[in-house]
Structure formats: C-alpha cells, structure tokens
C-alpha cells in the first residue's frame, strides 16, 4: 500500500514539475516578445527624427522618404500581430530604412551631419538590440516547444492547452544570404 501511494505521490510531484516548467517557459516567451516590442518601439519611434535630420539634403528622393514613412506606418499597425506577421512588417521596415542610408550616400553634406550621424549610430545600436532580443526570444521559444512536444510534458501541455510558439524569423531570403564579397 505504501508502495502505491508513494508511486502516486511522485507522479503527482513530477506533473506538477512539467507543468511549472512550461508555465515558466511561457513566462519566458511573453519576456522575450516583450523585449522585442520595446525595441521595434523604439526603432519606430527615432524614425521621425532621422527623417527630419534627411529632408532637407534629399529633396529628390521623395519615393525614399515615402517608402520608409509608409513601412514605418505598417509596423505599427502590426503591433498586435503574430510574430510572423510582424516579422514581415519589420522586414519591410528594414528594407526601406537600409534603402534611405544607402541613398544618403551619396549626399555628401549628409554624411557629414552631426545630426545624421548620431541618427545612424543610435538607429544601429538599436538594430544590433533588435537582433540580440529576437536571439533570447527565439531561445525561449524553442525551449517551450520542446517541453510542449517531448513526452511525457507533452501530456500536461496538452491537457493544460499549452500551444507551440512562433519563432520570430527574417521573412525575406535574401537577408539571410551571405554577402558576396569581390576584391
């Protein structure tokens, strides 16, 4: 008799153990989302500034301005959205402001701007943010799904509907190809 019940009581310890580790795995992809988010902010909001700062050395490049404005726009109305639906938002947003320093090249007075300058460093220091957040974010996300999907936790997972996360991904190929480089 106590043989079952010590039998039971382990089970019983061992599911509450599964089942706090996906409870602190989750925990730890709502942290991981939540540091992304705060990064897009403000990555999002240092955009207007570096747009005033370009205006005025760029009058012809209008559609330039127009295309980081309109992404810019996009990203925030994905706010809410899936990490796949804001991975794509935040692409676009990538592209268009990788778009805008390249046209700044060739403005020489605009390489030169103190204010340009610092626009670029912050905006890179932001983008270097962004990338080690996505890291610790998809970390965490890998190590729900595996508790989610391994037995026996996927047993608790799926009787306490805990679901797969999505990882937060580069939506466009290209930028994860490696640069060719030619001397």
């Keep these: 008799m106590w043989i079952i019940l010590a039998v039971v009581v382990v089970a019983v310890v ?10 602190k795995n989750r925990q730890l992809v709502q942290e991981g989302w939540s540091g992304i988010d705060v990064q897009l902010k403000r990555r999002t909001d240092l955009i207007p500034n570096l747009m005033e700062a370009v205006k005025g050395y760029m009058s012809h490049e209008r559609d330039t301005l127009q295309a980081v404005t309109d992404a810019r726009v ?3 109305s994905a706010a809410n959205a ?3 639906e ?3 938002a935040e692409g676009a ?4 402001l990788g778009r805008l320093i390249a046209v700044a090249e060739a403005y020489p007075d605009l390489k030169a701007s103190t204010n340009f300058l610092e626009f670029q460093q912050a905006l890179q220091t932001i983008e270097d943010e962004i990338q080690l957040s996505r890291r610790y974010y998809n970390g965490a996300v890998r190590n729900l799904n595996t508790t989610v999907e391994s037995f026996p936790s996927n ?3 799926n009787n306490f509907k805990f679901e797969k996360a999505e990882y937060f991904e580069l939506e466009n190929p290209a930028d994860r190809a490696v640069p060719t480089v030619k001397f």
Excluded: C, T
């Design 82 to 84: 899936s990490p796949e």
């Design 14 to 23: 061992y599911a509450i153990s599964i089942y706090n580790s996906l409870v």
């Design 74 to 76: 996009n990203a925030q």
């Design 155 to 157: 047993l608790i997972a």
């Design 86 to 88: 804001r991975a794509k």
């Design 93 to 96: 947003l990538s592209g268009a």
